[in-house]
């Protein structure tokens, strides 16, 4: 593995710890509104508000170890019969479609972010900036969009295998 690769890989295992520990912070609040509201009728008002926030956060973190460990739902059956050279380029297609798709992604949640920031939209109950979360989301998708594009240069971001 290269050292962009091995570098683009532990930026992705980063990130994905990252994203557990807002789908953690998530799962926390949600428990304390429960019992909040079982226990003392006082919910946390707007938690679902939070709980839609952070797991899209979360979603995007995810996504550059998904890409990095080539975890991504692959229909193989019209390369059955394929040979491993031809598997290799209909890869690398793959990779750079994917990371046109990342990158714009990104590009517009950034211009969405901008935009949003702007008008000062805020969460009906909590009045959480929307922003907030658009910006919080594009980290994942850009190092997604980037990882896929290393990998259709032919970079190899594969976990290294372990020796027993």
């Given at each position: 593995m290269t050292a962009l690769g091995a570098a683009l890989r532990r930026l992705a295992a980063a990130l994905a710890h990252l994203g557990g520990a807002v789908i953690g912070a998530v799962a926390l609040m949600s428990t304390a509104s429960i019992l909040g509201?079982?226990?003392?009728?006082?919910?946390?008002?707007?938690?679902?508000?939070?709980?839609e926030i952070g797991t899209a956060v979360a979603g995007s973190l995810f996504l550059p170890y998904c890409q990095a460990a080539r975890g991504h739902i692959i229909v193989d059956f019209f390369t059955l019969r394929a040979g491993p050279r031809a598997i290799r380029a209909l890869?690398?297609?793959?990779?750079?479609?994917?990371?046109?798709?990342?990158?714009?992604?990104a590009w517009r949640t950034l211009i969405g972010c901008l935009d949003i920031a702007q008008t000062g939209e805020t969460s009906m109950l909590m009045r959480v900036p929307i922003w907030l979360g658009?910006?919080?989301?594009?980290?994942?998708?850009?190092?997604?969009?980037?990882?896929?594009?290393?990998?259709?240069?032919?970079?190899?971001?594969?976990?290294?295998?372990?020796?027993?």
């Open positions: 509201r079982a226990l003392l009728d006082r919910p946390i008002l707007g938690d679902f508000e939070l709980v890869d690398r297609v793959g990779d750079l479609l994917i990371a046109a798709v990342l990158l714009v992604v658009y910006a919080a989301m594009v980290p994942g998708v850009v190092a997604a969009g980037v990882t896929a594009l290393a990998q259709a240069c032919g970079v190899d971001t594969a976990e290294p295998a372990r020796s027993e």
